[in-house]
């Protein structure tokens, strides 16, 4: 998905604030279809989650590298030790 994705990215950059951003981000919508809609500016985002970390995800589904992002990314990055 998109926010595994991005987490794969990003999460091992950003700060605690960041990352409690993050987790509250994709953990309190009911629904994670709002998450991309709102990261695909499909739907305008709520303000209680239009942060700093909600523009990085905007940006990041903007893909102006034109990766290619069909596969799921493995999981061992959850695992890694942070740089």
Known sequence: ?????????????????????YDRL????S???DIYYWATEAK???????TDVMAMLREFAKNRNREQRLRQP???????PPR
Request: glycine share 0%.
């Open 26 to 29: 994709i953990n309190e919508p």
């Open 1 to 21: 998905s998109l926010s595994s994705l991005f987490a794969k990215e990003n999460l091992a950059r950003m700060s605690e604030e960041q990352l409690n951003r």
């Open 31 to 33: 629904n994670d279809w």
């Open 44 to 50: 305008p985002t709520p303000a209680e989650f239009d």
């Open 74 to 80: 493995d999981l061992e990055y959850l695992f890694e």
